[in-house]
T-cell receptor, first 112, second 115 residues
Framework: GNSVTQMEGPVTLSEEAFLTINCTYT??????LFWYVQYPGEGLQLLLK?????DKGSNKGFEATYRKETTSFHLEKGSVQVSDSAVYFC???????????FGTGTSLTVIP | GAVVSQHPSRVICKSGTSVKIECRSL??????MFWYRQFPKKSLMLMAT?????????EQGVEKDKFLINHASLTLSTLTVTSAHPEDSSFYIC???????????FGSGTQLSVL
């Protein structure tokens, strides 16, 4: 079946530190992979996505590469800001696109 | 950008009562809406997929008679938790797929507490 395993938090970083949040998946077929972000008091928002192997999704300084050989989609950012404090969810959609599977979410707090 | 309005954001009810949660796409049409449940420290769990004008498809282990889903129009889906019990207390989130571009947008969630 399909599933997503995500690095547990919480993660606390100083401003301008390097961020990595690990995400691995199991899936049948060829899923699409996503990172969603939930800022305090808001709904989930799509941060970035990749639809096939070796694709790199990027947005707002975040990036993640779809690695089929390691079944991973790790989220990275070179220099985090206080405004990046949020909960980040890794997710996959089945190759039919009809179902989504989410990781447990990783809470990130960036301190000045 | 596209907005999905989910209401209410928080509800407290007595055991045995029913609670309805609404999910509306405000500026786009959604042929497909999804309902998720989030348990503390666990993954968002897909409960069911609803398609406008047809019966919802429930995931294994989700009681369809307990979690009634109606998707009567292209902009509205509702989830009714019937005869709620304390174990139904959870965070419920809906999402809607824009029929024009297939993008997925999420509601802000509903925190249900059953006393």
């Amino acid at each position: 079946g399909n599933s997503v395993t995500q690095m547990e938090g919480p993660v606390t970083l100083s401003e301008e530190a390097f961020l990595t949040i690990n995400c691995t998946y199991t899936a049948t077929g060829y899923p699409s992979l996503f990172w969603y972000v939930q800022y305090p008091g808001e709904g989930l928002q799509l941060l970035l996505k990749a639809t096939k192997a070796d694709d790199k999704g990027s947005n707002k300084g975040f990036e993640a590469t779809y690695r089929k050989e390691t079944t991973s989609f790790h989220l990275e950012k070179g220099s985090v800001q206080v405004s990046d404090s949020a909960v980040y969810f890794c997710a996959l959609s089945s190759n039919t696109g009809n179902q989504f599977y989410f990781g447990t979410g990783t809470s990130l707090t960036v301190i000045p | 950008g596209a907005v999905v309005s989910q209401h209410p954001s928080r509800v407290i009810c007595k055991s045995g009562t029913s609670v309805k949660i609404e999910c509306r796409s405000l500026d786009f049409q959604a042929t497909t809406m999804f309902w998720y449940r989030q348990f503390p420290k666990k993954s968002l769990m897909l409960m069911a997929t609803s398609n406008e004008g047809s019966k919802a498809t429930y995931e294994q282990g989700v009681e369809k008679d307990k979690f009634l889903i109606n998707h009567a129009s292209l902009t509205l889906s509702t989830l009714t938790v019937t005869s709620a019990h304390p174990e139904d207390s959870s965070f419920y989130i809906c999402s809607a797929r824009d029929k024009n571009n297939e993008k997925l947008f999420f509601g802000s969630g509903t925190q249900l507490s059953v006393l």
